[in-house]
């Protein structure tokens, strides 16, 4: 009995692990193609589903699809209900190795293609070293393993039902076996291992069909496990993502397994199914199958219900490791990171400075993403070192991503990203570093340099202009426009800081003709002013660095409207 356990354990072992080279083989080998067609097949729920069915199908992991399809929607890229789509489709794909070796898998003597299989991809490895032979032999060693573990397990199987009473295994109760099929998939990370194990299982006659079945369905449910457990540090949308993937399943699984179980061995009897291993995975199709049926008509009221919750558990920050898996998704969340950045700088900037949020609301959005700005419970100290820790992690980030993967050069809209985090990083700090003279700038300014005409009238120089810049800055969050107007925005921006700092500049010498200023504060504010100039200098330059990065990321994509939420 030992014996026997130990031999079917190192045949599992054998075959997960050529699984799992083969996962991992085909996901490199489609990697950029697959990429991109589930990008451009995305854009309609029906094709979602498509999409997910078939590419799974070829790449043989629900696992690398979900974590493609969840870089796509946290970048923005698709919507949520395209992506639950993809999702759905996905646990049809997972269906396809069944099919397999049910077909031809027990019909042929696997020993005897597996072993020339891993020899001829162990020689390619070792003999050669171009990526696609490399590749290419990963391949037939992936399937080597796989089909020689599987031999390993059947033979070990076989002789495991000479061992066990039938009768006992009869007796056991059939959420028993969902619970094993659930658990043991949750374990090894693989539905379609599970399945094959239910298979080889059955084919030795060890369990009857409808245990084999109960088995299928703990592994759809024990799938989400994968989804669910890397969706727990992640965005909104990968939790609603992941909340759509256990909800389904567990109302498909239910179906499966309190309806369609029963009648299962009737209904193969009708149909004249008399190869158990036929009816398995006709089981694990239809009841999947089914679920496409029942869910797509009401796709989008579903994603409408998922994008109810998780809403509060956004930290403030598009980066996560989801949107990193696709390096086009993983741009587009760095954009939208750069965004965010420059609120947060904004914002400390503007508190910094004294000047009221309720100055620059010229529109219902710009006033909620203002006040959402300020609503606040740090120290000015703990929001400065946030905005340190924001731009490490846009590096971070950026070091994480594997652009090899892509067919896009992104070196320049990558020197453009950094450049513009670290510039608005410096803005906050030219105005931090002087945090304490500007108290004493914004009093001298009120005793001493009072009102100034300009342009024909009277006005306050010091507010006025300076809200009127800070407006301009918030125009590039809630504004989408041409390159060329945005360009004009930003010369514009340049000649009213230079403006400014000229006017203050001026009435500070005045102050001191008129001896109105201290001596020892005259340094003192000349220098504040200077930092508040070198401030939006700063600034200006990070709104440069990010018009670039949006004019490039809109043509890499292709479409204006895909980036139209950067």
């Not at 796509?72 to 993809?86: C, D, E, K, Q």
């Not at 921006?493 to 001191?512: D, P, R, S, T, Y």
Request: aromatic share 10%; charged share 15%.
């Amino acid at each position: 009995m030992i014996e026997i356990l130990f031999s079917l354990t190192i045949g599992l072992g054998i075959f997960l692990y050529g699984m799992h080279m083969l996962e991992k083989t085909l996901a490199e080998l489609g990697n950029v193609r697959i990429k991109h067609w589930l990008g451009r097949a995305t854009r309609h729920p029906a094709s979602s589903v498509v999409s997910g069915t078939v590419i799974t199908a070829v790449l043989q992991s629900s696992s690398m699809v979900s974590l493609i399809v969840l870089a796509f929607v946290s970048a923005g890229l698709i919507p949520l209900f395209n992506a639950v789509g993809v999702i759905l489709g996905a646990n049809l794909g997972t269906t396809f190795t069944g099919w397999i070796v049910a077909t031809i898998g027990f019909k042929l003597d696997l020993d005897a293609f597996g072993i020339p299989l891993i020899g001829l991809g162990a020689l390619g490895i070792v003999f050669f070293k171009k990526a696609s032979i490399q590749l290419a032999a990963g391949l037939l060693l992936g399937l080597g393993f796989l089909l020689f573990g599987l031999d390993f397990m059947k033979d070990s199987v076989t002789n495991l039902r000479d061992l066990i009473e039938p009768t006992w295994l009869s007796q056991l109760n059939l959420p028993l076996f969902l619970l094993f099929g659930m658990l043991f998939t949750a374990v090894i990370q693989s539905s379609s291992a599970m399945t094959l194990i239910a298979l080889t299982a059955l084919n030795g006659g060890v369990i009857d069909l409808t245990s084999a079945a109960a088995i299928v369905v703990g592994a759809d449910i024990g799938t989400t496990s994968t989804t669910a457990l890397g969706s727990l540090k992640s965005s909104p949308v990968a939790k609603q993502l992941a909340l759509a993937h256990v909800s389904y399943n567990i109302c498909v699984d239910a179906i499966g397994f309190i309806v369609l179980i029963p009648v299962l061995p009737e209904v193969l009897a009708y149909f004249d199914i008399q190869d158990p291993l036929y009816g398995l995975v006709l089981f694990h199709s239809a009841f999947n199958l089914l679920g496409l049926f029942i869910f797509v008509p009401f796709l989008k009221p579903f994603s409408a219900w998922l994008s109810g919750f998780f809403n509060h558990d956004d930290e403030g920050s598009f980066l996560n490791k989801n949107a990193s898996v696709v390096p086009e998704a993983g741009v587009v969340a760095l954009v939208k990171e750069l965004d965010l950045l420059l609120l947060k700088v904004l914002s400390l900037n503007m508190h910094n400075l004294k000047l009221e949020p309720g100055s620059l609301t010229h529109s219902d959005q710009r006033s909620a993403m203002i006040d959402d700005a300020f609503r606040h419970k740090q120290s000015f100290e703990e929001r400065y070192e946030n905005l340190k820790v924001a731009e490490g992690q846009i590096h971070q980030f950026i070091s994480g991503i594997d652009f090899s993967s892509s067919r896009i050069d992104m070196t320049s809209l990558i020197f453009h990203i950094t450049s513009s985090a670290r510039q608005l990083v410096y803005a906050a700090k030219s105005l931090k570093d002087v945090r304490g003279d500007l108290v004493g700038f914004r009093k001298s300014f009120e005793q001493h340099f009072g009102h100034e005409e300009f342009e024909g009238q009277t006005a306050h120089v010091h507010p006025d202009l300076l809200v009127s810049l800070y407006q301009r800055y918030f125009d590039f969050l809630t504004l989408i426009e041409e390159t060329k107007t945005a360009h004009q925005r930003i010369y514009g921006m340049k000649h009213h800081n230079e403006l400014l700092h000229h006017k203050l500049h001026e009435q500070i010498l005045k102050a001191v003709a008129r001896n109105e200023v201290q001596a020892e504060e005259i340094a003192t504010v000349l220098n504040t002013n200077r930092e508040l100039w070198h401030s939006n200098i700063n600034l200006i330059e990070g709104l440069e660095h990010l018009l670039s990065a949006r004019d490039q990321l809109v043509e890499m994509l292709g479409n204006r409207s895909k980036a139209a939420a950067v």
